[in-house]
């Protein structure tokens, strides 16, 4: 039975019997910042077995996406080497939240098993907790099965829990029979637990207490790849249909003859095991949203993609693995998770570029490894300095060091590196922290009061989106509903209806003025900032020097708010052309564009997108796109609807982001874009124009960033630039500033041929160089002849001069190693040829352990910098 067909067959049989099918929760928690990603199918559901009254349904069924890499559930050091671990796997469940309890899923639980699955029964075995006494009495006399084979288990094996505290329970695990050869039947390693159906009946409160529910739930969690595996008839979870889809390919882009290759074929299995089982984690997460990086789950998708690219290397494959490998992982499971293909190229190119970032890393980590190893370290020990530096300066993960150490029999030194990066944190954060000023701690009152408001109910109603951006901003008449001072005398004020917008969405918070009239008179306070709620249901408005006029703020008194108009105009000409320039993106680069973020401020925009990078043509067809639906004057509308409404009619959502299903604000203008947004808006797109792109880069792997003004201050920044190309023209000499061309090629071409002068005056300089001394002895391992060469010195140390003498004497010379010196400026070169298996940056390294200083370098020339200069012949010749 093929896993898609596991799938279907598990999700019918619990729809027939009553549950309703949810498809799979995002591998993001989005409601659980205890967790990095969704570990189990229960994860979705967990606010449901605390509050089952909450449930949208009773009884439902699902096929999850997990992953386990990182965090508190972590299984990727083990992926390749053991038949069932994954970082990324499926879990088929079925959940009740006060439906039914132990009788009705241990029921359903066998008909499956024996007549869905049709496992023999002499294979299977249940397990129990000791003291459930009901689950065993349901299992032998209700369902039947022979009580030799249910066993009881203490509640390490047999007790389910979310944590410390929560809902949890006994549970019920039914075990195959893998009848492997190599175990006897009483052996732990000869079962293989496949489905594990947990009975919510208590809660653990602070104190360690069990105490009942009031309504029990189950929780099952059937892993998919392990089932395959056994309707499959295969030992190894990657022998399975799907996999092999994914392994196949990689064989085929493997090298012919493997007799050259650098590992044994077991390891050579496990590596294609590790990329089979990467491509799948990686294509899931970054098609969520999940981008790497160096923190949290983009640290951990990068591990995953470096672990897999190093495994990819060790079969010789030299192109990129894992992009290469994207078509057979969309044959594989693209049918049952279409968002593979929806995706795709967003998944390629995050691929590709992280690959090819990571191939560059790895080459110089190689190198650099190499010349650990080659430094005659009896201890084959890896030290945590130098684990560190690879980590912390070259990108390098622990975990890839520890692995290329043990396959070259070295060990590393977790422990000194652990202690290293624990004095790198403190020193980073005592750094932090001498950069704490006052304003800091008053905004961690703010946050205080924002969460004490939340859970008083604090409310009020945002009026900013009635507001025409275009027209004079006017005071608005609101009512106070809470007031707070500040220890630095500023405030902090709700008013209710309130026209200031918070910071959302990307797009930044109003500014402006409120002003109190009473007896006192007049008196009007800034607002330098606007505040959301947590729970959205309030903004809060923070006020400038009260100082000692509190008393002016008293609940429901009246306050005239008037926002900032230039400000508010700003962002909502920035917040509309960022809308068309999303649409722009779409219809130039293609569908596949996915927002990544956005900054929206009065004086210009900043989108971030997944894709390749643009040509300069696909930048003036994007700046054309904006510019044209500007000019064109369309009506901007807004409109309250459902989320499924809105998707039905082609609106545009952030993917990654979380929304209302009864009620989204969905911005149209129409013909150009329909997309779900809180911000403000034009009320029709003619103020976008100008609009001008003034950048465009990389911020990350596979995310790219605009930048762009558009209205006013597109006007002005083209001002700015006239001025700049006028006084540019001046200074090249041109009389106008379409001269400037002709001019500036000019001083190119000049100084193309003064370098082209100095590198032949250097070329010649190295080759006439001559020593002050020389020393002949022998360096490395192997003993290799070696001459040192230092040169007389210069006022200043020449790296450059240093370098070509060195490349001189390796090829005029090429039985030796050249050690060349200059002061501080150290060079070695070395033939490969000449001198097999030598590699002129582990050889310096070897030098600088006697000569202190640092550097590097490739095959057959590094350089580096000496701490102190040499002059004299005695300071090389003890080497």
């Not at 100082?547 to 900032?564: C, E, N, P, W």
Request: with cysteine.
């Amino acid at each position: 039975m093929s896993a898609r067909d596991i799938r279907q067959r598990y999700t019918d049989y619990f729809v027939k019997n009553g549950h309703v099918l949810q498809p799979s929760a995002d591998i993001v928690p989005r409601n659980d910042a205890t967790l990095l990603f969704s570990s189990a199918g229960m994860v979705p559901f967990k606010q449901y077995f605390l509050n089952p009254a909450s449930a949208p349904h009773k009884m439902v069924t699902t096929v999850q996406k997990c992953v386990r890499a990182g965090g508190k559930h972590n299984d990727l050091d083990q992926v390749g080497y053991t038949p069932r671990h994954h970082t990324f796997f499926e879990m088929l469940g079925n959940f009740s939240f006060g439906a039914y309890s132990k009788r009705e899923i241990i029921h359903m639980a066998w008909k499956f098993v024996r007549h869905e699955l049709n496992m023999p029964e002499d294979r299977l075995r249940i397990t129990v907790l000791e003291t459930d006494d009901e689950a065993y009495g349901i299992w032998k006399n209700e369902v039947g099965v022979d009580p030799r084979r249910i066993v009881r288990c203490g509640p390490e094996d047999n007790f389910w829990s979310m944590g410390s505290e929560g809902p949890c329970g006994p549970s019920s695990e039914i075990f195959w029979d893998t009848r492997d050869a190599r175990y006897a039947e009483g052996d732990d390693e000869r079962w293989l637990e496949f489905w594990n159906l947990v009975f919510m009946q208590y809660h653990r409160g602070a104190d360690g207490e069990l105490r009942p529910l009031d309504t029990p739930c189950v929780d099952t969690g059937m892993g998919l790849e392990r089932v395959a595996s056994i309707l499959q008839g295969k030992r190894n979870n990657f022998d399975t249909d799907e996999f092999q889809v994914i392994i196949r390919d990689i064989d085929a882009r493997c090298s012919a003859d493997r007799s050259s290759a650098s590992v044994d074929n077991d390891k050579a299995l496990a590596c294609k095991r590790i990329i089979a089982d990467h491509l799948r984690a990686s294509a899931f997460l970054i098609s969520e949203g999940v981008f790497p990086s160096n923190v949290g789950r983009g640290y951990v998708l990068r591990r995953i993609i470096r672990r897999a690219v190093r495994a990819g290397r060790l079969l010789e494959i030299s192109d990129s693995v894992l992009s290469a490998l994207y078509p057979s992982l969309e044959l594989a499971m693209g049918a049952a998770y279409p968002e593979l293909l929806e995706r795709r190229q967003l998944v390629v190119s995050v691929l590709e570029s992280e690959e090819k970032m990571f191939l560059r890393t790895l080459d110089k980590g190689l190198v650099l490894l190499e010349g650990i190893f080659a430094s005659g370290n009896s201890k084959r020990l890896v030290s945590g300095a130098d684990a560190f530096s690879l980590y912390d300066t070259h990108g390098f993960p622990l975990d890839l060091t520890e692995i290329i150490a043990r396959d070259s029999g070295w060990t590393v030194d977790v422990e000194a590196f652990e202690q290293i990066q624990r004095q790198s944190r403190e020193r980073n954060k005592a750094s932090w922290k001498g950069r704490l000023t006052k304003q800091d701690s008053v905004a961690s009152e703010i946050e205080a009061t924002c969460l004490e408001w939340e859970e008083a109910g604090v409310c009020s109603q945002f009026s900013g989106c009635d507001i025409d951006p275009e027209a004079k901003p006017a005071a608005a008449a609101c009512r106070i509903v809470a007031f707070k001072s500040l220890s630095n005398g500023d405030g902090l004020l709700v008013v209710d209806p309130c026209p200031f917008y918070a910071m959302s969405g990307g797009q930044e918070a109003d500014t402006g003025v409120v002003a109190m009239r009473n007896s006192e008179g007049p008196h009007e306070f800034i607002v330098s900032d606007v505040v959301a709620l947590p729970d959205g249901q309030a903004t809060a408005l923070r006020l400038a020097g009260i100082s000692d006029k509190q008393h002016l703020f008293r609940s429901g008194q009246i306050a005239y708010a008037t926002v900032d108009g230039a400000r508010r105009l700003g962002s909502a000409v920035h917040h509309t052309a960022t809308h068309l320039l999303n649409a722009a993106l779409r219809k130039t680069v293609g569908a596949s564009v996915m927002q990544a973020g956005s900054l929206v401020q009065a004086e210009g925009l900043r989108f971030d997108f997944t894709s390749s990078a643009l040509t300069s043509e696909q930048l003036r067809e994007i700046e054309g796109l904006v510019n044209e639906a500007a000019l064109a004057n369309t009506d901007i509308t807004t409109a309250h609807m459902t989320l499924d409404q809105a998707k039905t009619q082609g609106a545009i959502a952030l993917f990654s982001e979380k929304y209302d299903a009864a009620s989204v604000r969905v911005v149209s203008m129409p013909g150009l874009s329909m997309e779900l947004c809180g911000g403000t808006h034009l009320r029709s797109t003619r103020a976008v124009f100008p609009f001008h792109v003034t950048s465009e880069g990389s911020v990350g792997a596979g995310t790219r960033r605009i930048e762009a003004k558009a209205g006013i201050a597109a006007s002005l920044w083209l001002q700015q630039q006239l001025e700049y190309g006028r006084a540019a023209a001046q200074t090249l000499g041109a009389a106008q500033i379409g001269g400037m061309e002709k001019k500036a090629q000019q001083l190119v071409d000049r100084n193309r041929a003064l370098r082209e002068e100095a590198d032949r005056w250097l070329r010649a300089a190295a080759v006439n160089a001559e020593a002050v001394a020389t020393h002949s002895t022998v360096l490395g391992e192997r003993g290799a002849p070696a001459t040192f060469h230092i040169l007389a010195p210069l006022s200043e140390d020449n790296a450059r001069l240093v370098a070509e003498r060195a490349c001189h004497l390796r090829d005029t010379e090429p039985g030796f190693v050249h050690v060349v010196i200059q002061g501080r400026a150290i060079a070695v070169g070395v033939d490969a040829e000449r001198l097999p298996g030598e590699q002129a940056g582990a050889l310096l390294r070897s030098v600088l352990q006697r000569l202190p200083g640092k550097g590097g370098g490739q095959a057959s020339l590094a350089q580096g910098q000496l701490k102190t200069a040499v002059a004299e012949l005695a300071q090389v010749a003890h080497l």
